[in-house]
């Protein structure tokens, strides 16, 4: 089955400069990657994701990167606010089945300090 | 806010002891997901629902059971309770089926159970 891995699993920055998070998968026939926000005593958010045929997706200060031929994606967090402190998971399906069941990263911890 | 409501928000119980956790997708949402997310194990799929009849299944133990009722609401049984099933159990939501494109997920607020 599929696999997801993400790096780092920490990663601190200052209020200002940009974060980047990467994962790989293992399965060719993902289709799906979303990007997970999940504050302290919440839900996962979604926040950006890419489907197989685009390259790219932005949103404001935040983009999303997939090169299907190497089987990675990552997520870039431009202009960090200390409000963007939090747990980031990245996922992905292949829609087989017809299920969008999510396999998700293990999650990175985000510390933006002001 | 999702739009997707769990309840209830916390649970403590006892090894042996069944328990029920209901969720209620957005409206107008067809599938409902469940995952288990555990320090260990991370976010897990558990099995999936599409318009009342079940559509995908992960690594769900024997001992946990779900349903999807016509009102759309689904719950999650976990019975025979052990220490290791102590972790926050997610719902969430979809318009689409799962066909080609797919469709994003949004995730309730959780619940939490902890097994004493």
């Known amino acids: 089955g599929e696999n997801v891995e993400q790096h780092p699993s920490t990663l601190s920055v200052q209020e200002g400069d940009s974060a980047v998070i990467k994962c790989t998968y293992s399965?060719?026939?993902?289709?799906?990657f979303p990007w997970y926000k999940q504050e302290l005593g919440k839900g996962p958010q979604l926040i950006i994701d890419?489907?197989?045929?685009?390259g790219e997706k932005k949103d404001q200060r935040i983009a999303v990167t997939l090169n299907k031929t190497a089987k990675h994606f990552s997520l870039h967090i431009t202009e960090t606010q200390p409000e963007d402190s939090a747990v980031y998971f990245c996922a992905a399906s292949n829609g087989q089945g017809g299920s969008e069941k999510l396999v998700f990263g293990k999650g990175t911890k985000l510390t933006v300090n002001p | 806010d999702s739009g997707v409501t769990q309840t209830p928000k916390h649970l403590i119980t006892a090894t042996g002891q069944r328990v029920t956790l209901r969720c209620s997708p957005r409206s107008g949402d067809l599938s409902v997901y469940w995952y288990q997310q555990s320090l260990d194990q991370g976010l897990q799929f558990l099995i999936q629902?599409?318009?009342?009849?079940?559509?995908a299944k992960g690594n769900i133990l024997e001992r946990f059971s779900a349903q999807q009722f016509p009102d759309l609401h689904s719950e999650l049984n976990l019975s025979s309770l052990e220490l290791g099933d102590s972790a926050l159990y997610f719902c969430?939501?979809?318009?689409?089926?799962?066909?080609?494109?797919?469709?994003?997920?949004?995730f309730g607020p959780g619940t939490r159970l902890t097994v004493l």
């Open positions: 890419i489907r197989s045929n685009v």
């Open positions: 629902y599409y318009n009342g009849e079940e559509r």
């Open positions: 399965d060719s026939a993902s289709n799906y």
């Open positions: 969430a939501s979809s318009t689409h089926p799962g066909l080609a494109g797919g469709g994003e997920q949004f």
